[in-house]
């Protein structure tokens, strides 16, 4: 399963790539609903796509974003001065005796004191960093759809509710943010041939047990220990990621555009290292194919998943 992925945050470039449009709507709506008090979680690079509006409704959208993080912003502040109290007074009590509460007391704040200046830093910093368009289930992506024969870019949540289901399935089903081949015409029958979407990914990472990935069998009494390898593309490009995604409405309740990525049987490399699953990536040719799905025709669909992208996985322990 792809727990976390590296993206093309920036609208602008599906654009320039793709010939695509965004859609200011819905970036507007994420943004906004995120400024009134919604959960919802963005890259900074998607933020970043906005420093610059050139156009009335992408000035709103950034209108949005600066108030959201300065309130923010007065928030973590709020919070730096409390934990640095908190420090004082830890410190302040070591000074007289040395107890397991001031100890632990200090190590809490320090650790809350340290966590809140990089929040802070990463709030107003301006210089791009790999990590802001890195994505996690639950974060927002920009996703590239086909609408009324034109393509375009939506923002949608990694972490799929299928249209229909009640809200209580993101709970009950976690990890539907990917998408098993096997179970395309089984779980995602109504998005499968439908409602289908790209999103660009340079790097991803997956949770590994280190005995798998070492290839040694574990000593009786040895507890294993999970760790989070980082996989590459060799060469190196960006790779256009097969997807499913739905749009979600309830009465009373916002709409939700959401998606999961298509996983399936590991190459080789990535099996040897210790994961069972791959994202699919598609070839540019296939593009067009892949976003006009006909489902009265779902072999070509899977004959389209079957050549597929195919580089080299490298890996290494992500940093």
Known sequence: MCYSAQIQADYRKFV?????????????????????????????????????????????VKH???????????????????????????????????????????????????????KLDDIRRAEPRARDSRIFPGHYAPVMVVENGQRVIKPMRYQCRIAGKPASYDVKYPGTYNARRDNLEGFWKSLFGHSHGLIVVSTFYENVSRAKMEVRELAEGDEDENVVLEFKPNPPHDMLVACLWSRWSAPGEADLLSFAAITDEPPAEVAAAGHDRCIVPIKPENIDAWLNPDASDLAALHAILDDRDRPYYEHRLAA
């Open 64 to 118: 949005s974003i600066d108030r959201f993080n300065a309130e923010l912003v007065s928030k973590l502040e709020q919070d730096l001065f409390k934990q640095r109290a908190r420090l004082a007074d830890a410190e302040r009590s070591l000074q007289n005796k040395v107890t397991k509460a001031a100890t632990e007391s200090r190590r809490i704040a320090t650790d809350k004191v340290e966590w809140t200046l990089g």
């Open 16 to 60: 320039k790539m793709f010939g695509a449009l965004m859609s200011i709507k819905e970036f507007a709506q994420l943004f906004f609903e995120r400024a009134e008090g919604s959960k919802a979680k963005v890259p900074k690079a998607m933020e970043d796509a906005f420093s610059n509006p050139q156009s009335d409704d992408e000035r709103v």
